[in-house]
C-alpha cells in the first residue's frame, strides 16, 4: 500500500522556522516525485514546489523561493520541508504529495501537518 | 505569476451533470488536473493529463479540455459529491505549477 506519513503539528514564534517531514511507504521514493502544498484555513490550495527523483532537482513557487528549502533522504524514503523566517501568514496545514511515475498526477497525499505561527 | 480562475461555487440537483471550469493562458499547451477535497481531509486526484481517471474513482467523474479552459463534469451528482475541487497546472515554462481558487459544489 502506498502511503505517506507526515511529522506531527508544530507551533512556532515569527521569525524562527520549522522543518516538517513525509516518510513514504510501498513504492521506489527515489524515481518519485514528491511536492508540498499548503493551505490557510478556508482558502485555496498553494503550491511550494516538489523535488524530482532521479536528480534531485528542486523547483519552487516565487513566493517562497527565498524562503523554502525542500529536500530528501532516499535512505530513509524521507522528504523534508522547511520554511524560514516564519510569520503569523504561514499559518496553514501542510501537506506532502507524491507522484510514483513522474506523470504529475500526484495521487498519493500525506495526512497534513497544522503548523500554528503565533507570538 | 499565471493565475488559474474557477468558479466560486457551482449548484445542482441529485442525478444531475455539474460542471465545473477552470481558464488558463496555458492550458491548450498544457494539462489540466482536478482534485476533490472534502471537508477538513486530504485532496484526491480525479482526473489527470485533462480527462484520465485514476484507478478507484467513478465513471461518473470526466475531463476535458479546449483552448484556455479545462472542464471537470460530474454526471449524476450525487450528495457524496459534495466538495471543493480545485484545478491544478503549469504556466508555460513547465516549472510552476498552481492550482485553481477551488470551486465549492453543492448537490441538493
Known amino acids: 500500500q502506498m502511503q505517506l506519513v507526515q511529522s506531527g503539528p508544530e507551533v512556532k514564534k515569527p521569525g524562527t522556522s520549522v522543518k516538517v517531514s513525509c516518510k513514504a511507504s510501498g513504492f521506489t521514493f527515489s524515481s518519485s516525485a514528491i511536492q508540498w502544498v499548503r493551505q490557510a484555513r478556508g482558502q485555496r490550495l498553494e503550491w511550494i514546489g516538489w523535488i524530482v527523483g532521479g536528480s534531485g532537482d528542486t523547483y519552487y513557487a516565487q513566493n517562497f523561493q527565498e524562503r523554502v528549502t525542500i529536500n530528501w533522504d532516499v535512505s530513509t524514503s524521507t522528504a523534508y520541508m522547511e520554511v524560514f523566517s516564519l510569520r503569523s501568514e504561514d499559518t496553514a496545514v501542510y501537506y506532502c504529495?507524491?507522484?510514483?511515475?513522474?506523470?504529475?498526477?500526484?495521487?498519493?497525499w500525506g495526512q497534513g501537518t497544522l503548523v500554528t505561527v503565533s507570538s | 505569476s499565471y493565475e488559474l480562475t474557477q468558479p466560486p461555487s457551482v449548484s445542482v440537483s441529485p442525478g444531475q451533470t455539474a460542471r465545473i471550469t477552470c481558464s488558463g493562458d496555458a492550458l491548450p499547451k498544457k494539462y489540466a488536473y482536478w482534485y476533490q477535497q472534502k471537508s477538513g481531509q486530504a485532496p484526491v486526484l480525479v482526473i489527470y493529463?485533462?480527462?484520465k481517471r485514476p484507478s478507484g474513482i467513478p465513471e461518473r467523474f470526466s475531463g476535458s479540455s479546449s483552448g484556455t479552459m479545462a472542464t471537470l463534469s460530474i454526471s449524476g451528482a450525487q450528495v457524496e459529491d459534495e466538495a471543493d475541487y480545485f484545478c491544478y497546472s503549469t504556466d508555460s515554462s513547465g516549472t510552476h505549477w498552481v492550482f485553481g481558487g477551488g470551486t465549492k459544489l453543492t448537490v441538493l
Open positions: 504529495a507524491a507522484d510514483p511515475y513522474i506523470t504529475y498526477a500526484f495521487d498519493i
Open positions: 493529463e485533462d480527462s
